[in-house]
């Protein structure tokens, strides 16, 4: 079986073939790999966001190039998270086991309920550290124009989280809308608000206003004018 790890033979050739191609002349040739199995890895890699063939020819080459283990362990990584995650049967949110770490986490506090498009919300949301309550992840956001209505999100099973726990000690009392201030985040707010009007727990939305850092001057109308709107009492 043949090493890829050695300094000579195929290796050495396939990177002059890589140096060869980022040549503008030269580029149009992708099509000629010198290896099947190249091939195919470099087709895989360019199914990713952003990633276009000359790219992931570089990728590639990269991982050949680089120690067997390294590479070995980046696909095993690879495996595991696909084959291994999960959502979180109450928030929704990417787990390792049934419920996620912060539906478990004692230390939250489950009487407030932030709810998000996905999981990256979360993550941005919980780097601030200044939320200590749980979330509920819609997977996705109404978008007509995309074809996405109410009935391809999480939204019943966080009507029926709410009404599962009204009149318990562990009710939820208030709701805050943590989507992004776009048509599409305004649509799904309005949405919700409706559903969730019967049920009797305070809405709140996250607030929207100038940036810290940000200059007055070059805010633009629609944020300067809801920060104006939307001021709060100073502390
Ligand atoms: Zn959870």
Redesign the pocket.
Known sequence: MPSWHCSGGSISALFQYNFSITSKSTFPKLLNYPSKLIENAVEEISKLPGIGKKTALRMALHLLKRDEKQTLHLSEALTAMRTKTQY?R????I?DDT??G??TNPKRDESVLCIVEDTRDVLAIENTSQFRG??HVLGGIISPLEGIGPGDLNIDSLLNRIAEKQNTDAAIKEIILGLSPTMEGDTTAFYLTKRLKSLNVKITTIARGIPIGGDLEYADEITLGRSIVSRIVYE
């Open positions: 979180c109450q928030c929704h949110n787990s419920l996620c912060i539906c749980l979330y």
